[in-house]
């Protein structure tokens, strides 16, 4: 039985009709939604700090690495990558015992310093708030807000193109005398 093309209530009001002004509110719905948003750039997203000179400072340290202590033993290994279209670097650390850390390493414009944000898993965390270019060394330091004279400092220097140091060392006299917390080489792993 072929359908009646008047509405079952009101035959004077056509489907088709009503079908039709359903859709154009529906157009119209969705247009006035998309209208407050931009449309998607068309290629790739800018990437300003490819050739931002300050941002490339700690390219030294991309790549992966044995880690060694200053002895030579083995103490955990750790792969560096460039992140965020080069606009920071990514430590993924395991030592030996199977701990596991992460670092999130950028320049950052504002204060034209690099920062540091560590994160272990036994949940212990680490904020290199302000930093240095010291010759070739990057030294990251966290000051301790109750106690001005106790800082910390983690210095990572190329030693050549296949080795880095990073020394973390703190003091509790405002700089007068330092202690070693640790002393690790990286070793670029062969390719």
Same mark, same amino acid.
């Given at each position: 039985?072929?359908?009646?093309?008047?509405?079952?209530?009101?035959?004077?009001?056509?489907?088709?009709?009503?079908?039709?002004?359903?859709?154009?509110?529906?157009?119209?719905?969705?247009?006035?939604?998309?209208?407050?948003?931009?449309?998607?750039?068309?290629?790739?997203?800018?990437?300003?700090?490819?050739?931002?000179?300050?941002?490339?400072?700690?390219?030294? /340290? !991309? =790549?992966?690495?044995?880690?060694? $202590?200053?002895?030579? %033993?083995?103490?955990?290994?750790?792969?560096?990558?460039?992140?965020?279209?080069g606009c920071a670097l990514l430590e993924n650390w395991t030592s030996l015992n199977g701990g596991n850390g992460k670092s999130l390493n950028a320049y950052n414009p504002l204060i034209r310093q690099w920062q540091q944000f /560590? !994160? =272990?898993?036994?949940?212990?965390? $680490?904020?290199?708030? %302000?930093?240095?270019?010291?010759?070739?060394?990057?030294?990251?330091?966290?000051?301790?807000?109750?106690?001005?004279?106790?800082?910390?400092?983690?210095?990572?220097?190329?030693?050549?193109?296949?080795?880095?140091?990073?020394?973390?060392?703190?003091?509790?006299?405002?700089?007068?005398?330092?202690?070693?917390?640790?002393?690790?080489?990286?070793?670029?792993?062969?390719?």
């Amino acid at each position: 039985m072929p359908m009646s093309m008047s509405h079952p209530i009101n035959p004077s009001v056509s489907r088709l009709a009503r079908l039709g002004s359903a859709a154009l509110l529906a157009i119209t719905a969705l247009t006035s939604t998309m209208a407050g948003q931009t449309a998607p750039p068309s290629g790739p997203a800018p990437t300003p700090c490819v050739t931002d000179r300050e941002r490339h400072n700690f390219d030294f /340290w !991309i =790549g992966e690495w044995d880690v060694t $202590t200053k002895g030579g %033993s083995l103490a955990g290994h750790s792969v560096v990558q460039s992140v965020s279209g080069g606009c920071a670097l990514l430590e993924n650390w395991t030592s030996l015992n199977g701990g596991n850390g992460k670092s999130l390493n950028a320049y950052n414009p504002l204060i034209r310093q690099w920062q540091q944000f /560590w !994160i =272990g898993q036994d949940g212990s965390v $680490t904020e290199f708030r %302000s930093s240095e270019l010291d010759g070739t060394s990057l030294v990251f330091y966290v000051k301790d807000d109750a106690n001005k004279s106790a800082i910390s400092r983690l210095r990572l220097t190329p030693v050549d193109s296949a080795t880095v140091r990073q020394h973390s060392e703190s003091t509790k006299d405002g700089g007068k005398t330092w202690k070693t917390d640790y002393d690790f080489y990286y070793h670029r792993k062969a390719q």
